[in-house]
């Protein structure tokens, strides 16, 4: 397969060899959790949430737009969040664990996202970054989690996802990061490929149904901004 420089620079910094001076799997032994800790630093995924919020349009909503990261692990993305400048922040996810991480100063709840523990029409941006290809039921509990969130979110509000696509990208990640000496080399790989092998029901699930995803979205959202590159799509909705 050809690839473009910017993929194979992005394949190189994949392969890497990782030193990660801190221990963060030693507080989770959950294999995805502690997998999840290792493959990337906080700084590593503060910068990317960063990127992508400001690519998706983030720079231009209002500093004191009320927000919810659903699905927020660590709160990686709450940190991103706070560091463009927005003040009302939440987070919600089901891992009192990762949850346990966060240190901001964002109000975190842990509940499950196919019941939001918020009033009706109380907030103004719903994000997900990587927390929809974890439910386990689709379409149901994709259905369920889009209603709560149409429920949840004023009329003028969006919501913001970015989850795992089926790209040739992707395809080639998880080739590499099949191979056992790529796996022994680089830490990255390692967490990566252990990640994948801990949640590969929902993961394949998700990953093999890109239509029905989308007709489900489009069906609680109207797209504002919508794409598919390097592994992900990346939607940004109005609730219908
Ligand atoms: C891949 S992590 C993404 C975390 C965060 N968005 C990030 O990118 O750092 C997926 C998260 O979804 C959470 N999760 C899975 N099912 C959930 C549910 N039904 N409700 C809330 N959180 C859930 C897991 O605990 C995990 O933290």
Known sequence: MALCPRESQLIKRMSETQINTEPPQALSHDPWESAYLRFETPEEEIGKFIGRLNRLGAAQWPRDTEIVE???GRGNGLIALERLGFT???GVDLSPRLIAEYRGPAKCIVADCR?????ARSKDVLIVQGGLHHLPNLPPDLEQTFEEM??????D???LFVEPWRTPFLDF???????PMIRRLSDKMDAFATMVENELRTYKRWLNQPELIRKVAHHHFVPVRESIAWG????VGMPR
């Not at 990640?173 to 191979?179: E, T």
Request: contains cysteine.
């Open 70 to 72: 659903l699905f927020c």
């Open 88 to 90: 009302r922040l939440e």
């Open 115 to 119: 019941k939001l523990p918020f009033e």
């Open 150 to 155: 149409q429920r949840v979110l004023r009329k």
């Open 157 to 159: 509000g969006r919501v």
């Open 173 to 179: 990640i998880h080739f590499v990061s099949g191979i």
């Open 232 to 235: 992900k799509w990346n939607f």
